[in-house]
């Protein structure tokens, strides 16, 4: 009996070395390839914007916590709304772990709603996560006679957009198809850095689109000094820092309007989501989510953040994955009126 268990208890520490070795080597492996190698981050938007200060301070400090330690640069890639890092990404970008990207929250929704020319899975991407949720509003500059939600309904609004498929495109034409407010929806524009230049020169009202989170970093003198008005906010939940601030789903005039602004609203938990292509080796893809994990709570990195004012209230790639699962579920009359609203 002595023996038999002796047997055991060599066989269990030899099994147990076994797993301990070959995972010990495949971390070896994922630094070996990573040591030296640079990973590209392709930014969907123009410098300057929310999307591109998180990209920046993200990979400041993804580098240390990837095996191998590898070098990220920023890669800007602007066009369609960030349709095309999208495309890039998913079609073109090398698939052995060297790219990862940001692009729209919104983007991800964009097969499901048929945006032309958005020819991928969103489920097959490789999800590292996402940084925050938040919430997107709607704002219109202080020369603007459109200063409340009410005046949408009697003066015309000129919004900037960016393209199909783009946050600020998506929300001016949901508050126009859903509520009948008078948006004019002048898009083209490279990124909201742009849009916030031609709405202080008085080209533009204002923008729908625009996080605020973005607001709060990129843009606080216009919060202090109260240089730009807060139309609407759309989330899953009621933004505490603003509560006078008229709430999306508040304003649905039916049930049935509601769920359908819920599913269009649903990318606003994952507001920063950062992704690499699909089919990336399993030992480099859990190591860069790891990595990515290990991020949000570097200490670092959430001192950096709160320095800039950017939130972190992070959800993991797995909690990605099944968000958009359940969202790619959704009944097909359901998304149809979602397309309609949203002008696909």
Not at 55 to 83: C, D, F, W
Not at 179 to 185: E, H, M, N
Not at 305 to 333: C, F, H, I, W
Request: a positive charge; glycine letters at 8%; hydrophobic letters at 40%.
């Amino acid at each position: 009996m002595k023996k038999k268990l002796y047997n055991i208890a060599i066989t269990l520490a030899f099994s147990s070395a076994t797993v301990f070795g070959a995972a010990s080597v495949r971390a070896q492996d994922v630094a070996s390839f990573y040591k030296g190698k640079t990973i590209s981050v392709v930014v969907g938007f123009s410098p300057g914007g929310g999307y591109d200060l998180y990209a920046r301070v993200v990979a400041k400090y993804l580098s240390t916590h990837i095996p191998g330690e590898p070098t990220l640069i920023a890669q800007n890639m602007p066009g369609a709304g960030s349709l095309r890092a999208a495309m890039y990404l998913y079609s073109v970008a090398p698939k052995d772990g060297t790219a990862i990207g940001i692009f729209s929250r919104g983007m991800p929704l964009s097969p499901l709603f048929g945006l032309p020319g958005a020819h991928f899975d969103a489920t097959k991407f490789t999800w590292l996560g996402s940084v925050t949720k938040d919430t997107v509003t709607c704002i219109s500059w202080k020369t603007s006679p459109v200063k409340a939600w009410a005046d949408l309904f009697q003066t015309e609004y000129r919004a900037g957009g960016e393209g199909k498929g783009a946050d600020p495109d998506v929300y001016a034409t949901l508050i126009k198809n859903s509520f009948g407010a008078k948006v004019k929806l002048i898009t083209g524009y490279a990124g909201s850095s742009n849009i916030s230049l031609a709405m202080e020169r008085g080209e533009l009202d204002g923008m729908c689109g625009i996080s605020y989170s973005t607001l709060r970093s990129t843009h606080p003198d216009w919060l202090k000094n109260k240089d730009v008005n807060l139309l609407v906010q759309g989330a899953l939940e009621k933004d505490s820092e603003m509560p006078n601030v008229p709430f999306m789903l508040d304003l649905a005039k039916s049930g049935e309007q509601k769920q359908m602004l819920r599913l269009t609203l649903a990318p606003q938990a994952m507001a920063r989501p950062f992704v690499a292509p699909p089919g990336v080796p399993a030992e480099r893809a859990k190591a860069l989510q790891k990595a990515f994990d290990d991020t949000m709570k570097d200490p670092d990195f959430l001192a950096e953040a709160k320095r800039l004012n950017l939130d972190v209230n992070p959800m993991s790639g797995q909690q990605v994955s099944e968000l958009l699962t359940s969202l790619y579920a959704t009944p097909k009359p359901l998304v149809q009126q979602a397309k309609a609203a949203l002008g696909y």
